[in-house]
Structure formats: structure tokens, C-alpha cells
């Protein structure tokens, strides 16, 4: 490759840019955190994801030529940032401790989303091209932000319960359960129709419980566990 073609305009795509949409509203969430906006940070967490899940389906429908693999890097590493380190940092910053060991359990956790999710994504990369199947192998990685969103605006966000499930769901990343990718048209539209509803300023709370935000917590929750039964 001559140098003259390694200027970015011969590599970035559309699909990229929506890549880096993903990846600027995870950094963005991790400075909510920092600040303790938290429902602001939740809120572009499940911004990130909305950008991940449309970046692939524009590369397609634009028949973009990724022989390099630009698209394939530039997401995965927009990915680290939104669904590893992100709400890594959420977790250790929303929850409020002074005891010192419950404090290096926080911090343990935390690191715990990242390792698992820098090991889930680097074997995507790995295998990706080598294996038939249309399925994730183990829990995709956007689904930990989406959990930890949901759950603290569903309003029970809870000390024990957020690090139980975190911690499981970076394991079951890194596992070999298949996981269908999500393509049932009704939930789709459910789902966007709870977001909107969680975005907009709509009177959703019933006895302190955000009824949309639970409701995306559930069906994310029974995406979660019902693929593990059946493993």
C-alpha cells in the first residue's frame, strides 16, 4: 500500500461515522458519571446502542467494501469505550460506599466489564471470519450498557443486585452460549416505542418504578437467561 492512500478519507464510511456516534456517546456517558448526572448517563448509554445496532445495517445497505477491515475495527473499538468501559465507570461511580472491602469489590467488578468485554470483542475479530454461524457467541457486549441503563432507571438500582448481574453478564460474555441475533420486528418496535417514552418528559412512574425502563430491563433479562436454559 502506497502512503498516498493511507489519508483517513480512504478508509472512513458513513457507517464509521455512525460508529464513532456510538463511541462519542459512551465517552460522553463516562463524563455524566464522573459528574454524577447518572440519568443523563444512562440515557447515552442506550444512545450508544441505538448508534452500534444501525452502523452494520447502513454498511450493508450501502454495500460498503471493507476489505481492510476498517468498519470491523472502528466498531469494536467504538465498543470498548460504550459497552466496556462505560459502564464500568457508571458502576463505580454510582454506587456510594465507605466500606473498603465492598469498595475493592466495586472496583473489581468494574474491571471485571472490561476485561470481559476487551477478551469478547478481540475473539469476534478473531473468529468471525472463520466460523458458520449466524448466532453471538457468548452475550453480546451492547447488552451489559443496556442492563445497567435500564436498571438504574427503572429505579431499582440496588448495591448487590447491580454487581450480581453485572459480573454474570461479563462472564456469560466471554462464554460459548449462542445467542440468536435479536431480529423479531414486534419487540424492535416496542422497544423504541419504551425508549421514547423514557426520553421523553411522559409521566411513566408507578409507585417509584419506571415502567418502560423495567420492561426493557425484562426483555433484555429473558434475551439473557432463556438462551442459557437452553444451552
Given at each position: 500500500?502506497?502512503?498516498?492512500?493511507?489519508?483517513?478519507?480512504?478508509?472512513?464510511?458513513i457507517s464509521d461515522?455512525i460508529?464513532?456516534?456510538?463511541?462519542?456517546?459512551g465517552f460522553?456517558?463516562?463524563?455524566?458519571?464522573?459528574n454524577?448526572?447518572f440519568?443523563?448517563?444512562?440515557?447515552?448509554?442506550?444512545a450508544?446502542?441505538?448508534?452500534?445496532s444501525?452502523?452494520?445495517?447502513v454498511?450493508?445497505k450501502?454495500n460498503?467494501d471493507?476489505?481492510l477491515g476498517?468498519?470491523?475495527?472502528?466498531?469494536?473499538?467504538?465498543?470498548i469505550v460504550?459497552?466496556?468501559?462505560?459502564?464500568?465507570?457508571?458502576?463505580?461511580?454510582s454506587i456510594?460506599?465507605t466500606s473498603?472491602?465492598?469498595?475493592?469489590l466495586?472496583?473489581?467488578?468494574?474491571?471485571l466489564i472490561?476485561?470481559?468485554?476487551?477478551?469478547?470483542?478481540?475473539?469476534?475479530?478473531?473468529?468471525?471470519?472463520h466460523?458458520?454461524?449466524?448466532?453471538?457467541?457468548g452475550?453480546?457486549?451492547?447488552g451489559?450498557?443496556?442492563?445497567?441503563a435500564?436498571?438504574?432507571l427503572s429505579g431499582?438500582?440496588n448495591i448487590?443486585?447491580?454487581?450480581?448481574?453485572v459480573?454474570?453478564?461479563?462472564?456469560?460474555?466471554?462464554?460459548?452460549?449462542?445467542?440468536p441475533k435479536?431480529?423479531?420486528?414486534p419487540?424492535i418496535?416496542?422497544?423504541c416505542?419504551?425508549?421514547?417514552?423514557?426520553?421523553?418528559?411522559?409521566?411513566?412512574?408507578?409507585y417509584?418504578?419506571n415502567?418502560?425502563a423495567?420492561?426493557l430491563?425484562?426483555?433484555?433479562l429473558y434475551?439473557?437467561?432463556?438462551?442459557?436454559?437452553?444451552k
Amino acid at each position: 500500500m502506497k502512503i498516498e492512500r493511507t489519508n483517513i478519507q480512504s478508509f472512513i464510511a458513513i457507517s464509521d461515522i455512525i460508529s464513532l456516534l456510538n463511541m462519542s456517546s459512551g465517552f460522553l456517558s463516562i463524563i455524566c458519571s464522573i459528574n454524577n448526572h447518572f440519568e443523563l448517563s444512562a440515557l447515552l448509554l442506550i444512545a450508544a446502542i441505538i448508534f452500534d445496532s444501525i452502523d452494520g445495517w447502513v454498511a450493508r445497505k450501502l454495500n460498503r467494501d471493507d476489505s481492510l477491515g476498517f468498519g470491523k475495527n472502528i466498531d469494536s473499538l467504538s465498543d470498548i469505550v460504550s459497552f466496556g468501559v462505560a459502564p464500568a465507570i457508571f458502576i463505580y461511580t454510582s454506587i456510594n460506599t465507605t466500606s473498603m472491602p465492598m469498595q475493592i469489590l466495586v472496583i473489581l467488578v468494574s474491571l471485571l466489564i472490561v476485561i470481559c468485554g476487551v477478551l469478547r470483542l478481540t475473539r469476534y475479530n478473531v473468529i468471525s471470519d472463520h466460523i458458520e454461524t449466524s448466532d453471538f457467541i457468548g452475550f453480546p457486549i451492547p447488552g451489559i450498557s443496556f442492563i445497567v441503563a435500564t436498571l438504574y432507571l427503572s429505579g431499582l438500582y440496588n448495591i448487590y443486585l447491580t454487581l450480581l448481574l453485572v459480573a454474570l453478564v461479563s462472564v456469560l460474555m466471554i462464554s460459548n452460549v449462542k445467542y440468536p441475533k435479536f431480529s423479531n420486528l414486534p419487540a424492535i418496535a416496542i422497544s423504541c416505542i419504551l425508549i421514547i417514552l423514557i426520553i421523553l418528559p411522559v409521566p411513566t412512574i408507578l409507585y417509584g418504578v419506571n415502567v418502560p425502563a423495567l420492561i426493557l430491563l425484562l426483555f433484555c433479562l429473558y434475551y439473557l437467561i432463556i438462551n442459557l436454559i437452553k444451552k
